[in-house]
């Protein structure tokens, strides 16, 4: 799923302060799991954001509504009817949602509240764990299920660098090293072996190396 | 012979190789750079040529190295894969083989949250052992990353580090293979100070015969004083800084503990000596490269062979 987290009212208000009426539109797919804009998330902001303005004592037109995701059209056409009745639309989908509100409602500003952080898991309750960055050919299976694109902090292909130290990374002792945690796993399926073998430079153009990427299939178009 | 470096002339003649490091200067003052170049002349066999470490703006490395060369000295081009892509690394090994430079160091880098500026983007687009390939393909084949000819391909002598200290331990000489088998013709090791896993390294080296088939070079640092040593201990990437060693800068009254660092440093030097595959060390006195000749001398090292 993809992870975010609010940002600050302080910054929010900034961006929407010139508008009078403002629409909270929050997305219930990844961004509730990761408790930053679901439904929840939502009602709470636009309470926050009522608190903040009252104290400068202003009142605009504040409402509420939730998508059950912002990144497809037959959803994000539920809120066609309110759009046009407010300024501006506040979202709190993640970078993808905010971009399809504004490919849907041309002319309508439509401002983040979120920053939209990486695509990753659930680890536990109120942790989230950044593990995949979508280089477009992946490795996985070669690494114990463990991706050195992502969990390394320098990209290494080809074993830790010498910053690995008691397991963790030298960029900060919060990091696991990634290579740490490929070497332990692959110990114990018994498949260190898979180690040994150069592997080349990556083909980053499957990445965003090669621009912003899409994907198209005939058998699922209309 | 390989390349036409001298450093590998001199290993390969079997003398005991000193290197030395050379940070550039935080700007374009080429005569502090002169000045620390003129310290080390003629007292090692090639000095090697920081490439923005621990990731602080520093005078580029290729630059350095050819103000140094034209000096006289034997530089070693450290090249880090943090700040360059493939199309940059590849590039500046054209010009500085041009520049009649003849070693290289393939590194990583240390990361860029480090320096100074730590807004960075991190380019990682190739890791040191992709580089050290990347350079022996040059060299050996004529061609770049994608098998494209090149006109008067760099032959450069190779270099890789490898941090005897980090962790995982096993892993160590697993990866000191991996470089070698990349095409890796010296190794210049981080610094050594706890002896023990040094020497517990170099021995799996030899068992799997890597000592017979690269130059491994010791790193040696000497401790200005006591906080430097607890420094290196707590604060710098990839060290393994034994407690008695810092004790025993502390030990001694303040006006002997640069000597004491000294000291230790030969003792060090000693050391690595008698053990069987090491080929030499490699100094780095950081900001303290007036100290390299009396470290030398000290270590029956002062004169270098001539090749």
């Known amino acids: 799923m993809i992870v975010a987290e609010l940002k600050q009212i302080s910054e929010i208000r900034k961006m929407i302060d010139r ?23 939502t009602m709470l902001l636009a309470a926050a954001l009522r608190l903040s303005y009252k104290n400068d004592n202003k009142y605009p037109i504040i409402t509420v509504a939730c998508l059950d995701r912002q990144c497809v059209d037959d959803f994000i056409d539920r809120i066609a009817h309110q759009v046009p009745e407010h300024e501006v639309v506040l979202s709190l989908g993640c970078g993808a949602g905010v971009q399809a509100l504004a490919r849907v409602y041309t002319d309508k500003p439509i401002i983040p ?16 764990q950044e593990n995949c960055l979508g280089c477009g050919q992946c490795k996985l299976g070669y690494f114990g299920a463990v991706c050195p694109v992502t969990r390394c902090s320098k990209k290494l292909m080809n074993g830790p660098c010498g ?11 919060d990091i696991p090293c990634g290579w740490d945690m490929i070497i332990r ?8 072996d898979r180690l040994s073998e150069y592997v080349p430079p990556v083909d980053w153009s499957t990445s965003h190396s090669g621009g912003p990427r899409r994907v198209v299939r005939e058998d699922q178009k209309p | 012979m390989k390349t036409e ?25 080429v005569s502090r750079l ?13 000095v090697n040529v920081t490439d923005n470490q621990t990731a602080i703006v520093r005078m580029s490395s290729v630059a350095a190295c050819s103000i140094l060369k034209s000096m006289g000295h034997e530089p070693i081009l450290q090249m880090v894969t943090r700040d360059r892509n493939r199309i940059a690394l590849q590039s500046d090994l054209f010009g500085a083989y041009a520049l009649g430079l003849r070693n290289v160091l393939c590194l990583t880098g240390d990361h860029q949250t480090f320096g100074n500026q730590r807004e960075a983007i991190g380019v990682f687009d190739l890791d040191s052992i992709q580089l050290i390939r990347t350079v022996r393909d040059m ?3 004529g061609k770049i990353i994608g098998g494209d000819n090149i006109q008067g391909p760099p032959k450069m002598f190779i270099g890789a580090a490898e941090n005897p200290f980090a962790d995982p331990m096993r892993w160590r000489v697993v990866r000191l293979a991996k470089k070698v088998e990349a095409g890796a013709d010296f190794i210049q090791t981080q610094c050594v100070f706890n002896m023990e896993r040094f020497d517990d390294f170099m021995r799996q080296a030899r068992e799997v015969g890597l000592t017979e088939k690269v130059y491994i070079i010791a790193g040696i640092t000497p401790f200005k004083s006591p906080g430097m040593a607890r420094y290196m201990a707590t604060r710098v990437a990839g060290m393994d800084v034994p407690e008695d060693l810092i004790n025993r800068m502390t030990g001694v009254p303040k006006e002997k503990q640069a000597e004491e660092g000294i000291k230790i440093a030969v003792e060090t030097i000693e050391k690595v000596r008698e053990i069987k595959g090491v080929a030499g060390i490699h100094l780095m006195a950081i900001e303290w490269e007036q100290k390299v000749p009396e470290i030398l001398k000290a270590a029956g090292l002062e004169n270098r062979p001539f090749v």
């Open chain 2, 139 to 141: 060299r050996d084949q």
């Open chain 1, 113 to 128: 509240a979120l920053d939209t952080l990486f695509i990753g898991e659930t680890e536990m309750r109120g942790v989230w």
């Open chain 2, 5 to 29: 470096s001298r450093l590998e002339k001199v290993l390969q003649a079997g003398h005991f190789a000193v290197t030395a490091e050379c940070g550039p200067p935080k700007g374009s003052d």
């Open chain 2, 34 to 46: 002169e000045e620390k170049g003129q310290l080390l002349l003629g007292k090692v066999d090639a």
């Open chain 1, 185 to 192: 796993r692959l110990d114990a399926l018994g498949e260190l």
């Open chain 1, 19 to 41: 508008y009078s009426s403002i629409l909270v539109v929050g997305c219930d797919s990844c961004v509730a799991e990761c408790a930053s804009g679901g439904n929840r998330e």
């Open chain 1, 163 to 173: 910053g690995s130290k008691n397991g963790r990374c030298e960029v900060h002792p």
